[in-house]
């Protein structure tokens, strides 16, 4: 069996923790591992690394393969897209490079970002999974309800197949909570999981059915796919084939060929299962504190009841508090009623009408050589402290725009200007005029820690000329 983890979604609803530069399955929401090393982790005792794709957005990629670097993925295996076509583009593009070499092969489908904590009854559910799709059936895991959920999808259950196994009646969209409730007293309904078993070749039959464009476009996608140079050698779309993805249509699987196959069989779990859509389900997968509060950081807590308190390193004070989501970061506050949760999306749709940077990027952001964190930024002039890994280096760059000047705070820093190459130690600094090629690296086995001012009329991100690059980035 191979998987397939499909790692494209933004989090709008785990805003301002979530950010389009650093979505939701890149983050630990519970626990000290992030989700996608959880999903990977998860299915590992029966799905082998070897055996695990990932497919995820473009700007994710570097993040992903270095967080899954520990577990021994491969970044030959990271799938990448130029912008989001939803789960038929995804998942079809994904089968389409399984099928190079097993056409007959058993492709499970994990969203990237779901809490399972009964494993164990998991890795059972997907053995059983796998041996439905060998009779060519599209097999759905159906969560056994506990509660009326309106915002999940629900399937309903028809005639049984084999085992515990039925074919699928019809999927139902979000229902009213009056609905939901009907369901959990008739049963046979279930909670779509977006959790997928099939055979690669059944699969292809029926988008080539159902989504005959889509499958139409499938072998351009293969052939244009190649392994970009560099530290993580993933695999990207070229030029004509990001012209084909683009202007795929954006459909989900489920609605493209799921509600209209006849071969989609449903195989009912009872598991502790979570999709993480919202704040609120912290609640249900976190520690809660006898006033029935989800809290981390560093939080002062007095008399507060049923509510969610997240903070970093400033610390949040918060007084008699009810039924409130308070998640403090260090450029963004959210204050939010818990009932209002999906409506998070709606506030990150404002920010991004606006224009705020504040909806893509964090003040601190991860690279594949390290990490910076912006300290101030004024009109002409902006500091950072950069964290360059062992063994890392930046581009050699230019900028156009700006000068900068490096102060050494700790470790050993390598520094090309121009031809010229120095070493810098701590408390020594260079200033590097505007226009300069020039490149940092750190050759030493501890980190290396700068401060960075830079000066000049634009001070973005995009004022930078690559013209090396060990990653692959280089202009």
């Known amino acids: 069996m191979h998987a397939v983890i499909i790692a494209g979604g933004s989090g709008t609803r785990f805003w301002p923790k979530s950010r389009e530069n650093l979505p939701k399955q890149l983050l ?17 005792p029966i799905i082998p690394v070897k055996n695990t794709w990932v497919i995820t957005n473009e700007q994710h990629a570097f993040e992903t393969c270095s967080q899954l670097k520990n577990l021994g993925f491969s970044p030959s295996q990271l799938l990448t897209e130029p912008i989001p076509r939803n789960t038929s583009a995804a998942i079809g593009y ?20 779901h809490v399972i904590t009964t494993t164990e009854p998991f890795l059972k559910l997907l053995k059983q999974a796998e041996a439905i799709a060998n ?14 959920e309106a915002g999940y999808g629900y399937i309903k259950q028809g005639k049984l197949i084999t085992g515990n196994s039925f074919k699928v009646d019809r999927f139902i969209e979000k229902p009213d909570k009056l609905t939901a409730e009907n369901f959990l007293k008739e049963g046979g309904y279930y909670w779509n999981s977006g959790i997928f078993v099939w055979k690669v070749s059944t699969l292809l039959n029926e988008i080539s059915l159902y ?16 392994p970009i140079k560099g530290k993580y050698p993933y695999q ?40 993480v859509g919202t704040w609120t389900s912290l609640a249900a997968i976190s520690k809660n504190d ?4 989800v809290i981390s950081g560093n939080v002062v807590s007095i008399e507060n009841s049923d509510s ?43 920010i991004k009408s606006e224009k705020r940077p504040e909806v893509n990027t964090t003040i601190s952001e991860t690279r594949p050589w390290g990490n910076y964190t912006v300290l101030l930024k004024e009109t002409n002039y902006l500091v950072k402290r950069i964290v360059v890994l062992p063994g890392e280096s930046l581009s050699l760059q230019s900028h156009k725009h700006r000068s900068e000047h490096w102060t050494v705070v700790s470790g050993v820093a390598q520094v090309q200007i121009g031809e010229i190459s120095q070493t810098l130690n701590a408390n020594q600094f260079v200033e590097i005029p505007k226009g300069a090629k020039h490149r940092l690296a750190n050759r030493n086995e501890t980190a290396l820690i700068i ?25």
Not at 105 to 113: H, L, T, V
Not at 211 to 226: A, R
Not at 453 to 469: A, N, S, T, Y
């Open 211 to 226: 989504l005959p464009k889509l499958h139409e476009q499938l072998e351009g996608l293969s052939i244009n796919t190649t």
């Open 308 to 350: 969610i308190i997240q903070a970093e390193d400033r610390l949040v004070a918060a007084l008699g508090l009810k039924n409130i989501i308070l998640v403090d970061t260090p450029d963004a506050l959210l204050v939010c009623a818990k009932e209002r949760a999906q409506d998070i999306k709606k506030i990150v749709e404002k």
């Open 236 to 275: 990207k779309l070229s030029k004509p084939g990001a012209e084909i993805f683009n202007s795929l249509e954006s459909i989900s699987i489920d609605h493209g060929v799921m509600e209209k196959s006849n071969k989609v069989a449903v195989l009912p779990a009872n598991i502790e299962w979570n999709d």
């Open 94 to 113: 994904s089968a389409k490079i399984l099928s190079r070499n097993n056409p007959e092969a058993i492709m499970a489908i994990f969203p990237a970002d």
């Open 28 to 44: 630990s929401i519970v626990g000290q591992e992030t989700m996608i090393q959880n999903t990977v982790d998860r299915i590992s």
């Open 290 to 293: 006898p006033h029935r509060n």
């Open 451 to 475: 401060i960075e001012v830079q000066l000049g009329d634009k001070l973005e991100e995009d004022d930078i000329i690559r013209h090396e690059d060990k990653y692959g980035r280089d202009d």
């Open 135 to 148: 009779e060519n059936h599209l097999v759905t895991i159906g969560i056994k309800p506990t509660s009326p």
